[in-house]
């Protein structure tokens, strides 16, 4: 038997460690073959030629962030875009998919991705594909799923950068702004918030009220802090506003790019208070480098039961973490519907206990 495994969206580290699982497991347990389609699915759109996946080419890798087998996150081949006498043009390019994943002899295809991943997975089983899912985002915003891996390594580097920012705020009397990726989703920034001892944490769940994060950074001034750290989600909005798009969605389902709001606050901030502020911008750092022990060990769990889904034949199937427990769910139950922070749930309960602003 020969299964292929694709990794689409953004790349996540842990990745590896779910390409790994996957080869090792397939190999040592029932003696199947191995094949990764490259850069998400333009490997199959182009048909380039497969990377045939043995046990030499995943050695070394769960260390390494990032996915050897690459990937884009605008390759959707039911909406490719393509640029044709000076214009840009979308062509569905499925029935060449399909005609380039029979020519490869695989079976069954392991699609890795977030949101837009999962959902082109199952158009391509509609045509025909038999697919099982993996879901990865650093975001953690996967619903059906208790977390993702990736995330785990996100928040510890966020966390550590707040330690820095905190000395340097603190030697400077400074507003420091740090803006965090996770889309629509606040998880990044509430628990880095709160492991990082933020003092205000701005998330898309909860619209901002400004008096609110006045009223926190003036009454520090009163007890003497002349500094303060707040964390803004890239997707925070104010109460009454919008979000801040850096970049809009593009014609070929490509999502908006989000970014901007650190700054947007920073001014705020400098504008209605008077103190000095800086913006920083973790950006992609967050999703680079070495993956945490948790994300190689969920990583690698996730990897191990997609070839079990595949064994069983439980096709259309994510692999997902309940609790403590690996388990699979309709992939269905992911799609279009993000798993978001709860304003009245307990760990936003936490960071204000605490004597965290978040943004109400
Ligand atoms: O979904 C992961 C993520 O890193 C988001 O947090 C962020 O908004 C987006 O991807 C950035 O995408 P890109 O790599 O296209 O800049």
Known sequence: MKIAISTGGGDCPGLNAVIRGVVRSAIFRYGWEVIGIRDGLDGLVHGWEPIPLGLGQVKG????????IGTTNKGNPFRYEVEENGTRVVHDLSARVLNNFRETGAEALIMVGGDGTLGIGRQLMDLGIPCVFVPK???CDVAATDSTFGYHTAVGIVT??????HT?????????????????????????GIAGSADVILLPEIPYDLDAVFNKLEGRKKLGRNFSVV?????????????????????????ERLGGVGQVVAQQIEEGLGIETRTVVLGHVQRGGTPSHTDRILGSRFGVEAVELIRRGEFGRMVSLKGQQIVSVPVA?????LRLVDPDGQL?????????CCGR
């Open 160 to 165: 550590e950068a707040l330690d820095r920012l």
């Open 168 to 192: 340097t705020a603190e030697s400077h009397r400074r507003a420091m702004v740090v803006e965090v990726m996770g889309r629509y989703a606040g998880w990044i920034a509430l628990e880095s």
């Open 333 to 337: 139950e992911a799609i279009d519907n």
């Open 231 to 255: 964390v803004v989600a890239e997707g925070a909005l104010p109460k009454e506003g919008s979000r801040t798009v850096a970049v809009a969605a593009e014609t070929d389902g490509r999502a």
């Open 137 to 139: 985002t650093i975001d």
């Open 348 to 356: 936003v309960a936490t960071a204000e206990a605490l004597g965290i």
């Open 61 to 68: 890798i769960l260390s390494r962030g990032g996915t050897i």
